[in-house]
């Protein structure tokens, strides 16, 4: 088992340009959250998927969005990008609930994003 | 609103020496803690989690809810353990799972 899998693992974008991140959950695990990691600080969340629906949104703007597919896999969009969202972009995904370990989440290594 | 604080952004220890990386939160329920570890060049992985009340790697971490705080010790660092700690709560019977993290201590050993 990969574990949970994302791509692209580095990018750059242009401020105003728009990205597109994809993970791929552990297998086994049918929830994916993505958090925001700045440098220096601790990971941020900014939502959950869970049956293809957002089950739970941070405090990120509407720039931010997100789906997730049949096969549990999801992905991450920004829109009009910005110097401040330079970060590096975890997904994580965790196992049903309510099975044992469900709220143990399983970290991908992440996509670093540089926005010029 | 749900916080977890870190105050110390490095602690550095010598070999042998006991470490103890300092964890509180702020929670109105019945929160879930855990500690996370990111080794160089390697991703987030659990480290422990204060419901399985077991020491991984040497370290324990004990859940105060007097104190509101969940700190990790060990008592004799090794160099390996010089990472990046996050300590992190979730909410219980919620129904899903959102991780607070803090802002994370370095811990460097040094020989």
């Known amino acids: 088992d990969a574990g949970v899998t994302q791509s692209p693992t580095h990018l750059i974008k242009t401020r105003g340009q728009q990205v597109t991140l994809r993970c791929s959950p552990k297998?086994?695990?049918?929830?994916v959250s993505w958090y925001q990691q700045a440098l220096g600080q601790g990971p941020q969340f900014i939502f959950q998927?869970?049956?293809?629906?957002?089950?739970q949104r941070g405090n990120f703007p509407d720039r931010f969005s997100g789906h997730q597919f049949p096969n549990y896999s999801s992905e991450l969009n920004v829109n009009a990008l910005l110097l401040g969202d330079s970060a590096l972009y975890l997904c994580a995904s965790s196992r049903p609930l309510p099975s044992s370990g469900a709220n143990v989440l399983t970290f991908g290594a992440g996509s670093r994003l540089t926005v010029l | 609103a749900q916080r977890v604080t870190q105050p110390e952004k490095l602690l550095s220890v010598f070999k042998g020496a006991p470490v103890e990386l300092k964890c509180n939160y702020s929670y109105s329920g019945s929160p879930e803690l855990f500690w996370y570890v990111q080794y160089s060049r390697q991703r987030l992985q659990l480290l422990l989690r204060h419901i399985s009340r077991e020491s991984i790697k040497g370290f324990t971490a004990d859940l105060n809810k007097g104190e509101t705080s969940f700190h990790l010790k060990k008592p004799f660092a090794q160099e390996e353990d010089s990472a990046m700690y996050y300590c992190?709560?979730?909410?219980?019977?919620?129904?899903?799972?959102?991780?607070?993290f803090g802002t994370g201590t370095r811990l460097l050993v040094s020989p």
């Open positions: 998927y869970y049956e293809e629906e957002e089950r």
């Open positions: 992190a709560l979730i909410s219980l019977g919620t129904g899903f799972q959102k991780l607070v």
């Open positions: 297998s086994g695990h049918d929830t």
